[in-house]
């Protein structure tokens, strides 16, 4: 398995009273769902918004996060931190705008300096 692969692998939110929901419509029926799949009766003031268009029980959008902090850890095990920043480089069109920042950030963040600084950089100017 490839880190864009790996990537691309959504978290299960099946068990998550959450949902999406960028209009009102989207909003209603969202919550009309989440009432008839878990077989519930919840209202608006039982919700909350997340980033994203998140909304959802407080409690799952947390869990949804722990979900999503605990696929990130698996990172380092999985991935080396070249696979990281090559992929990362292209998400955010580096070659583009001439700058890495956003690449080493990613690979600082998951595998730490000491192994950023080992990186081949295409851009070296953003300091790590």
Same mark, same amino acid.
């Given at each position: ?7 691309? &692998? &959504? ?10 929901? =960028?209009? !009102?419509? &989207? =909003? #209603? ?16 003031? #039982?919700?909350?918004?997340? !980033? ?29 931190? &070249? ?20 690449? !080493?950030? !990613? ?22």
């Amino acid at each position: 398995m490839t880190y864009a692969d790996y990537k691309s &692998q &959504q978290v299960d939110t099946d068990d998550l009273k959450l949902f999406f929901a =960028f209009s !009102i419509k &989207q =909003f #209603d029926e969202g919550l009309a769902g989440i009432n008839k799949k878990f077989n519930t009766n919840l209202e608006v003031k #039982d919700l909350v918004a997340s !980033i994203g268009g998140m909304v959802g029980v407080k409690e799952d959008i947390s869990e949804f996060f722990r979900r999503i902090n605990e696929k990130n850890k698996k990172i380092p095990e999985l991935f080396s931190a &070249q696979d990281v920043y090559d992929y990362e480089f292209g998400n955010h069109e580096c070659d583009y705008v001439c700058d890495d920042k956003e690449a !080493i950030n !990613i690979v600082v963040e998951f595998f730490g300096t000491g192994l950023a600084k080992k990186v081949k950089r295409k851009y070296g100017y953003a300091e790590i």
